[in-house]
């Protein structure tokens, strides 16, 4: 069992920059993948970022590339998202998730096995 906890999300104009974080407590954080995904009203959820185990690997989706990064920090059981040159279609909740799966394919929303609550990113033009 591993219990996420997102935090940072707010309120911001297009342009400017966020950075999210997502707390881990429970199991062994450095042995799981994890992900960042986002969900606006009336649309699916959709993977934004993903990291490795170790930080050494990390995937974007194409819209995301460029203005965001995803890290960790594994001693402090953390992972980020840094958000730079917002745009008002960034605008969504934001849910960190875990996977235990070992595999280098982290857009697949199925293979993660715990998810924040979510932390609400707003961006006004």
């Known amino acids: 069992q591993i219990n996420l906890i997102e935090s940072g999300g707010g309120s911001v104009e297009a342009g400017d920059s966020l950075r999210i974080s997502c707390k881990a407590s429970?199991?062994?954080?450095?042995?799981?993948?994890m992900g960042w995904f986002r969900q606006s009203p009336g649309k699916e959820r959709e993977f934004v970022a993903g990291i490795s185990w170790s930080g050494g690997i990390t995937h974007y989706r194409d819209s995301v590339k460029g203005r965001f990064t995803i890290s960790r920090d594994n001693a402090k059981n953390t992972v980020y998202l840094e958000m730079n040159s917002l745009k008002p279609e960034d605008t969504a909740v934001y849910y960190c998730a875990a996977a235990a799966s070992g595999s280098y394919y982290f857009s697949n929303i199925d293979e993660y096995d715990y998810w924040g609550q979510g932390t609400q990113v707003t961006v006004s033009s």
């Open positions: 429970g199991r062994s954080f450095n042995t799981f993948k």
